[in-house]
């Protein structure tokens, strides 16, 4: 099934009347949003709700149940078989989501500005265009039915509220289920406050239940009075289920029936001057305060710190953020892990090892405590250091084993990549302009390319002081544009960044630069112009391609130029010179493009088969990556090499997959010039040998493999072709 919902990390419980009545808003109403209080489990509803419709939507079309399904019909009024739900909860429902279900987390969002970007990453648009970004999505979406879930709206509800109408107005086909604690305010739209457990009821205490005996197995529960206790607790929380789970994890260094009387002692207390909640806030806000109360004063410190992260981070992160004053280094992984043990901080499991995060809520109280302490300037500094250091690490290992790891860790951190940028955008423009250029060829190759524009145009706009800081950044928004198409704005960029390079100097920045033309030269018919400025820029720099990003880039650039210009034998040799060294190395994203240009060069030379190798090695190495762009271009020459080698229903289908792919990047097919004719030529002869409809119906295959896990298993089952 397409889509990227979060994976449930803890067992669901209860709430099988909303799940029921979003069964039906989901079949026939186009927005629904679920409010209420923070901790009271809209998001945990969302999720499950989503996860069922991304289930459902696997299955074969069924009709529409009989019986009143309308949304605003109560439970106990719905037809007892509607969408096959029987007394044990299975059911199942129509397929109304063949395009997927996405989600789009907003609560990691501190801006506005952030909110398209964010949803356009989450229904895995990749634009490449200089179009408004609102307006390619709109056209991405236009043909496509799909379920997109705006988790944690309320921040920005106003903005959410206008994106959403221009969305639904755009895509007919499309449904958004949003969370909020207040509703977007849009005509069209069904809401539903999400209540607390109710407090007396069998799921609040279901839940209690579970969350200890999940750590503590069921000895605890088993203790004099603990059923009783544990029904107080859920009674006194008012089944809220965030306030549950952490009373729940207080047992262990207490009773049950100790948190219970613990609980009740707190709730007699007044609320503490500074923390204003609203009404309905306040058991929940007594909870935390609670659970605030009871950590140990660098636990408590700890928290407020840790409340500056926007995503998950990883104890290293921790450390270098939190770390200071009565906090030692040395402590700050141990105090996180007792946190964690307080259901304070959650951790998740990832490919990247253990990382971290905190609840909105939870961060939320500790973010009042970090302004109480007076730290928070203080720490929103650390923090952007933090990741600008990262970005530093992440530029050095570019050209070397540390590559990929690299590319995945900025990726996974890329809520907290944009929060530092917004902080040295405000304190610091000339941070924000080293930070931004260091992103570039990062964020370029995975799918951030409009960010990357915007944040450097932001950037240059207020550091304006003459040096290598801002010819990088000036540099990084060359090649930015220059991916975009927009290649009159480029032409004048790289005229500046020359110009601005001789006069300061360094070499590093003159090779940076001829990067820049050979690029654009490349690309606009001028590769003569773009292969004299690389090989200028070298000739004198002592050293070899893998010393710096830059050089390594620069001889790709040396590479494209000869096999525009059709210097095929140079090319070749050259490239392959090349790519021996990125295999020695690990390097990717360089040898992505050389397997590309040798594909080229075999292609031209009339042996298919090795074409096909080179492509689908530069296919896999793009599919590591997250390079949608890079997958676009790989799978159309993948198409032209199957055909030149008869194979003429593979080439069909990497054909419909390719041109998915060029839809996701918002631009039409844009691969090397020169490969254009032999690429036509080969799509005439692959229709001619299937026929027009087995033609489309391969091609129809091949489209509905657009995306990571079926583009491996469509097109690179064994990849083979060289090592």
């Known amino acids: 099934m397409k889509g990227n919902i979060p994976p449930e990390t803890t067992s669901f419980v209860g709430r099988d009347t909303e799940l029921l009545w979003l069964d039906r808003a989901l079949a026939h109403r186009r927005l629904i949003t679920l409010t209420g209080p923070g901790g009271v489990g809209k998001t945990r509803l969302a999720q499950r709700a989503a996860l069922r419709a991304a289930s459902a939507s696997e299955g074969p079309e069924r009709p529409a149940p009989h019986g009143d399904t309308s949304p605003g019909a109560p439970a106990g009024r719905a037809d007892g078989n509607a969408y096959g739900r029987t007394g044990g909860g299975a059911y199942t429902a129509p397929a109304r989501f063949p395009d997927g279900v996405w989600w789009a987390d907003l609560a990691t969002l501190d801006s506005p500005h952030l909110l398209l970007p964010t949803v356009s990453d989450a229904v895995d648009l990749a634009d490449h265009s200089p179009r408004m970004p609102v307006e390619s999505l709109c056209e991405w979406l236009a043909d496509k039915r799909l379920l997109l879930v705006l988790d944690s709206c309320e921040h920005m509800a106003d903005d959410c509220a206008q994106l959403v109408g221009e969305l639904l107005t755009a895509a007919p086909g499309l449904t958004v289920l949003a969370t909020s604690r207040r509703p977007l305010g849009n005509t069209r739209e069904a809401v539903r406050e999400v209540a607390p457990l109710p407090a007396d009821g069998a799921d609040a205490l279901a839940l209690f239940r579970e969350r200890v005996t999940a750590r503590l197995g069921p000895a605890p529960l088993a203790e004099p009075g603990a059923e009783a206790a544990a029904a107080a607790v859920c009674r006194r929380l008012e089944g809220i289920p965030l306030a549950i789970e952490l009373a729940a994890a207080q047992v262990g260094a207490a009773s049950v029936v100790e948190v219970a009387e613990k609980l009740g002692s707190r709730f007699a207390l007044p609320e503490r001057p500074g923390f204003v909640w609203p009404p309905r806030h306040r058991t929940l806000r007594t909870a935390i305060g609670w659970s605030h109360e009871l950590c140990a004063p660098l636990e408590?410190?700890?928290?407020?710190?840790?409340?500056?992260?926007?995503?998950?981070?990883?104890?290293?992160?921790?450390?270098?953020?939190?770390?200071?004053?009565?906090?030692?280094?040395?402590?700050?992984?141990?105090?996180?892990?007792?946190?964690?043990?307080?259901?304070?901080?959650?951790?998740?499991?990832?490919?990247?090892?253990?990382?971290?995060?905190?609840?909105?809520?939870?961060?939320?109280?500790?973010?009042?405590?970090?302004?109480?302490?007076?730290?928070?300037?203080?720490?929103?500094?650390?923090?952007?250091?933090?990741?600008?250091?990262?970005?530093?690490?992440?530029?050095?290992?570019?050209?070397?084993?540390?590559?990929?790891?690299?590319?995945?860790?900025?990726?996974?951190?890329?809520?907290?990549?944009?929060?530092?940028?917004?902080?040295?955008?405000?304190?610091?423009?000339?941070?924000?302009?080293?930070?931004?250029?260091?992103?570039?060829?990062?964020?370029?190759?995975?799918?951030?390319?409009?960010?990357?524009?915007?944040?450097?145009?932001?950037?240059?706009?207020?550091?304006?002081?003459?040096?290598?800081?801002?010819?990088?950044?000036?540099?990084?928004?060359?090649?930015?544009?220059?991916?975009?198409?927009?290649?009159?704005?480029?032409?004048?960029?790289?005229?500046?960044?020359?110009?601005?390079?001789?006069?300061?100097?360094?070499?590093?920045?003159?090779?940076?630069?001829?990067?820049?033309?050979?690029?654009?030269?490349?690309?606009?018919?001028?590769?003569?112009?773009?292969?004299?400025?690389?090989?200028?820029?070298?000739?004198?720099?002592?050293?070899?391609?893998?010393?710096?990003?830059?050089?390594?880039?620069?001889?790709?650039?040396?590479?494209?130029?000869?096999?525009?210009?059709?210097?095929?034998?140079?090319?070749?040799?050259?490239?392959?010179?090349?790519?021996?060294?990125?295999?020695?190395?690990?390097?990717?994203?360089?040898?992505?493009?050389?397997?590309?240009?040798?594909?080229?060069?075999?292609?031209?030379?009339?042996?298919?088969?090795?074409?096909?190798?080179?492509?689908?090695?530069?296919?896999?190495s793009k599919r590591l990556l997250g390079d949608a762009f890079g997958i676009a271009l790989g799978l159309d020459l993948l198409a032209a090499a199957l055909a030149a080698d008869g194979r003429a229903e593979e080439a069909a289908s990497a054909y419909g997959t390719g041109g998915a792919y060029w839809r996701s990047v918002g631009h039409p097919q844009r691969g090397a010039p020169e490969l254009q004719p032999i690429r036509e030529r080969c799509e005439q002869t692959a229709r001619a040998a299937l026929g027009d409809e087995a033609y489309a119906a391969a091609l129809a295959r091949g489209a509905a493999a657009h995306a990571p896990a079926s583009l491996a298993a469509a097109h690179l089952p064994d990849l083979p072709g060289p090592a």
């Not at 690029?519 to 690389?534: D, N």
Request: net charge negative.
């Open 300 to 620: 408590r410190l700890l928290w407020a710190r840790l409340s500056v992260f926007r995503g998950a981070f990883d104890v290293s992160a921790a450390e270098a953020v939190a770390a200071g004053g009565p906090l030692a280094f040395a402590d700050v992984a141990t105090t996180l892990e007792r946190l964690v043990e307080q259901s304070v901080v959650l951790r998740v499991s990832t490919g990247l090892g253990d990382r971290y995060r905190m609840l909105d809520t939870i961060r939320e109280y500790g973010q009042e405590w970090l302004r109480e302490l007076g730290e928070t300037g203080a720490v929103a500094t650390r923090h952007a250091e933090h990741f600008s250091e990262l970005a530093r690490w992440a530029d050095a290992s570019w050209s070397g084993a540390d590559q990929l790891l690299a590319y995945r860790l900025i990726e996974d951190t890329h809520p907290d990549l944009r929060a530092a940028l917004d902080h040295w955008l405000a304190h610091d423009p000339a941070a924000a302009a080293e930070l931004a250029s260091l992103l570039v060829y990062f964020w370029t190759c995975c799918g951030h390319l409009k960010e990357a524009r915007a944040t450097l145009e932001q950037a240059l706009e207020r550091y304006t002081v003459p040096g290598p800081t801002r010819i990088r950044a000036l540099t990084g928004l060359g090649v930015t544009v220059t991916l975009q198409g927009d290649h009159e704005a480029a032409a004048a960029i790289d005229a500046e960044v020359r110009a601005a390079a001789e006069a300061d100097g360094g070499r590093e920045l003159l090779i940076a630069a001829a990067c820049l033309t050979g690029l654009l030269g490349m690309l606009t018919g001028r590769a003569a112009e773009g292969l004299a400025a690389v090989r200028a820029a070298v000739a004198d720099a002592p050293g070899g391609p893998f010393d710096s990003p830059d050089r390594l880039r620069c001889a790709l650039a040396e590479v494209l130029s000869l096999t525009a210009l059709g210097a095929f034998e140079e090319g070749r040799a050259m490239a392959l010179e090349l790519r021996a060294g990125c295999v020695r190395t690990g390097e990717l994203w360089a040898r992505s493009y050389l397997d590309y240009q040798l594909s080229i060069v075999a292609l031209f030379s009339a042996t298919p088969a090795e074409a096909v190798g080179y492509a689908r090695t530069m296919l896999e």
